[in-house]
């Protein structure tokens, strides 16, 4: 069974910043957080991870709390086109899933223009 | 760069019949999945190759399916015979050795069981 929480579906405005959250309150010391996305029809797509600290890339930005148990996956700017179920993944570490990619329900991000 | 291509992209056959399914992922990349997604339900793991062999199979349903994966290139999933349930999407993913769950997943191939 996944290893994280996430709200069924989610609305944001084309241009504004979306900010998907997840849960994920059992996330050992040396697990990853994970996000992927599946725009409909697609392979799942890779998007960002991290461990402990705050990161960045050219897709989206990836707030990760403190005691770690919860994150928030931000799309700066959503356009029509980040439309597409996203997934919070917990994974790797040592004795952990070794590659296996547990995918939950995930958060349905509908951007509206 | 070439991303992960799976063919054939749809499949429909006949309860009883084999299928086999392709997968050819990113040059380079030692480990290769396979996933599936089955009619209303999420993505689920079948199984993991690293290089030629078989790493992990835990996820593959019963031994009506077979997976290769000759000399650590491509990877064929077999499925004989098919049954009704096996429909549904099945995806390949590929990543490095050294970044395991940072998968590239092919576009999946649509299978059909009639």
């Known amino acids: 069974d996944a290893k994280t929480t996430q709200p069924t579906s989610m609305d944001c405005a084309e241009g504004r910043a979306a900010n998907l959250p997840c849960n994920h309150s059992?996330?050992?010391?040396?697990?990853?957080v994970y996000w992927y996305r599946q725009i409909h029809s697609q392979g799942p797509q890779y998007i960002i991870h991290?461990?402990?600290n705050n990161e960045t890339n050219e897709m989206a930005s990836l707030i990760i709390t403190e005691d770690r148990k919860s994150s928030t996956l931000i799309l700066p700017h959503a356009t029509l086109r980040d439309t597409a179920v996203y997934y919070c993944?917990?994974?790797?570490?040592?004795?952990?899933?070794?590659?296996?990619?547990?995918f939950g329900k995930g958060t349905k991000l509908s951007v509206k223009p | 760069e070439a991303g992960v291509t799976q063919f054939p992209s749809h499949s429909v056959i006949e309860k009883g019949q084999t299928v086999t399914l392709r997968c050819d992922p990113i040059?380079?990349?030692?480990?290769l999945y396979w996933y599936r997604r089955v009619m209303g339900k999420e993505i689920k793991f079948l199984l993991h190759?690293?290089?030629?062999?078989?790493?992990?199979e835990s996820g593959m349903p019963n031994n009506r399916f077979l997976a290769e994966r000759t000399g650590g290139t491509y990877s064929t999933l077999k499925v004989q015979p098919a049954e009704l349930e096996d429909s549904g999407v099945y995806f390949c993913?590929?990543?490095?050795?050294?970044?395991?769950?940072?998968?590239?997943f092919g576009p999946g191939t649509r299978l059909l069981v009639l």
């Open positions: 059992t996330i050992s010391g040396n697990e990853y």
């Open positions: 040059s380079g990349h030692d480990n």
């Open positions: 993944i917990v994974a790797g570490g040592y004795g952990g899933s070794q590659g296996n990619l547990i």
């Open positions: 991290g461990l402990k």
């Open positions: 190759f690293v290089k030629e062999s078989k790493q992990d």
């Open positions: 993913a590929s990543s490095q050795w050294t970044r395991q769950e940072t998968q590239y």
